[in-house]
Every structure is written in structure tokens, then in C-alpha cells.
């Protein structure tokens, strides 16, 4: 994960180049294409995503209800509640995402609690 590229994310504003270097280890930048379903709704949670580029749909029961784009993030409430999602998520044009898994997310909670 290139550490200027995650400076850039508004999520991890304020946070020390310490702290920023810790969590980059954590995430892994993937390129998506058009059309990937990226969470489905009743399933269980088991990445963190923060959209770099691109565009992603947001439906929960079949109708859309949001639009995300760049520096918006998904997937911490399945991971934070061990629950099911509560809506899909599916690219809406080429994206690049960065992802953690859930595993590293509860590391990040312990060792990050800032974010």
C-alpha cells in the first residue's frame, strides 16, 4: 500500500506517519472492474473497503439507495457488529478500492483505536 496514496484518504486524517505506516500494512489496493459486487446484502461482513477512484452502487432490498464515491468507505458495520450486511454493493465504473480484511480490521481496532 503506498503511503502518499493512504495520506490522501480522509479517514485517516490527523492520524501520526507512525500510525498511517502500521495501517498500511494492514490494507492491500486492488483495481476492480464495472459491474463486481463488492458486498451482498444478508451476508456476512468480512472485508473493509475505502473507495480510491470510481463509483459504487449502494441497494438494500433490490432499490438503489446511494451513490459512493472516492474517500467514501463500506463494510465497518458487518465487521464492527459481526452481523450480515445491510445492503449490496457493486461497482458502478472501474474502481480502485483499498481493502482490509476483518481480521486485520479487529487488529486495527486494538492497535488503532483513533481510527
Known amino acids: 500500500m503506498d503511503l502518499k496514496r493512504l495520506r490522501s484518504v480522509p479517514l485517516v ?15 492491500d489496493e486492488v ?3 464495472e459491474g463486481k459486487e463488492l458486498a451482498t446484502e444478508g451476508e456476512f461482513a468480512y472485508e473493509f473497503f475505502i473507495i480510491e477512484k470510481g463509483t459504487a452502487s449502494v441497494t438494500r432490498g433490490g432499490r438503489r439507495v446511494r451513490e ?3 474517500g467514501d468507505f463500506f463494510g465497518e458495520i458487518g465487521l464492527l457488529e459481526s452481523e450480515q450486511r445491510t445492503a449490496s454493493v457493486v461497482t458502478s465504473s472501474p474502481m480502485t478500492a483499498i481493502v482490509m480484511t476483518g481480521r486485520d480490521f479487529r487488529t486495527m481496532e486494538e492497535e488503532l483505536p483513533r481510527v
Open 31 to 33: 483495481d476492480l472492474p
Open 13 to 27: 486524517e490527523g492520524l501520526s506517519k507512525k500510525e498511517i505506516d502500521r495501517l498500511s500494512r494492514m490494507m
Open 68 to 70: 459512493l464515491g472516492p
